[in-house]
Structure formats: structure tokens, C-alpha cells
């Protein structure tokens, strides 16, 4: 089980750089997304539901619905 554990953390390290050296904004969103659902099942391997509840409801959805939405009215510039 510490493996997984192992696993995940490195998960989450290699997401959070890929999150930043991502050019386009909807791919960082969506690993910013899987970084969040990695980080509540992390959460609730540590046995801390309640916070992996929170995580999961803020980090994965209502951040990333925003995110979307916020993307979707801007314009690109080529």
C-alpha cells in the first residue's frame, strides 16, 4: 500500500510541473482536474474523508467548472 501511496505523490509532483509549463489553458485545467482527483483519493488513503470530500467537490468540480467557463468567454490571439 505505501508503494501506491508513492506512486500518487509522484503523480501529483509531475501534474503540478506539467500544470505550469502547459501553454494551452483547457489542457492545464484538465490535469489541474486529475491533480485534484488524485489529491482527494490521496486524502482518503490518509484516512481524512471529510477533506477528501471537500477536495474533490471544490478542486475537481466547482474550480474546474469555472475554469471552463472563464476560458470559454475569452478569445485567443494567434
Known amino acids: 500500500m505505501e508503494i501506491f501511496n508513492v506512486i500518487l505523490i509522484v503523480f501529483l ?3 503540478a510541473i506539467a500544470v505550469e509549463r502547459t501553454k494551452d489553458l483547457l489542457g492545464a485545467v484538465i490535469i489541474f482536474t ?15 474523508p471529510d477533506v477528501a470530500m471537500t ?9 474546474t467548472i469555472l475554469f471552463v467557463v472563464v476560458i470559454s468567454r475569452t478569445r485567443r490571439m494567434e
Not at 491533480?35 to 481524512?48: E, F, K, P, Q
Not at 477536495?55 to 474550480?63: K, P, S, V
Open 13 to 15: 509532483i509531475v501534474a
Open 55 to 63: 477536495e474533490a467537490a471544490i478542486g475537481a468540480g466547482i474550480t
Open 34 to 48: 486529475a491533480y485534484s482527483l488524485v489529491m482527494a483519493l490521496l486524502w482518503l488513503l490518509l484516512r481524512a
